[in-house]
């Protein structure tokens, strides 16, 4: 799959059977599954990719599996690049939380109405993993070039000034607590 713009079902396949065979903690769970049961490790994680889709579908629990999913792998892999020498792991992690974020206060203010949208939860877990596809198709990449980045930069004055006036507001409230509450 080296030829991004020609992405085939059957290349897909290529790489996702290349991926099974590599070495990780995963793949050799698969392996010992595949050996106990004579079953090939391409039809075992489908499989599980299979119960986790038809989980987030109708499963008790499922939004805080589909959370989990969308949280547990970036979190893990931002402590890894914070632990790293590279800047370029850093930004991408950073555009991440940036995208998942804006997505969760989006997500908050319209939970009501996207509760009706069928199969909703498996949506929002296969955009979960999209933000997770590294360089320019990924999700993240496109979305913060695309909306994040220019809404910010656009307002940046204003809000900047907004949160300065906030901080102002609090350091006053909190002297003010602290001079009553040494009186």
């Known amino acids: ?10 290349g897909i396949r290529e790489w996702f059977k ?3 065979r590599e070495d990780n903690s995963a793949t050799r769970l698969l392996a010992k599954v595949e050996t106990k049961t004579k079953v090939d490790r391409e039809y075992l994680a489908l499989g599980v990719i299979g ?5 987030l579908v109708v499963g008790w629990g499922n939004d805080f599996l589909c959370n989990l999913i969308g949280f547990l792998y970036p979190a893990y892999a931002s402590v890894k690049a914070i632990e790293s020498h590279s800047s370029d792991d850093d930004t991408k992690w950073l555009m991440y939380w940036c995208v998942y974020g804006f997505f969760g206060i989006l997500e908050f203010f319209s939970d009501q109405l996207l ?3 069928p199969l909703y939860t498996l949506s929002k877990c296969l955009f979960l993993i999209w933000l997770m596809v ?4 990924g999700g993240t990449h496109l979305l913060y070039f695309k909306l994040i980045r220019p809404f ?3 307002h ?7 949160a300065d006036k906030f901080k102002d507001k609090v350091d006053k409230i ?7 509450k040494q009186q």
């Not at 119960?51 to 989980?55: D, E, G, M, Q, R």
């Open 134 to 137: 590294p360089g320019k198709n």
């Open 115 to 117: 509760f009706w949208i």
């Open 156 to 162: 940046q004055d204003r809000i900047d000034s907004t």
């Open 51 to 55: 119960f986790i889709a038809l989980y």
């Open 18 to 20: 290349k991926k099974l």
């Open 174 to 180: 909190s002297k003010e607590l602290l001079s009553e």
């Open 1 to 10: 799959m080296s030829n991004q713009s020609s992405v085939t079902l059957a």
């Open 152 to 154: 910010v930069l656009k």
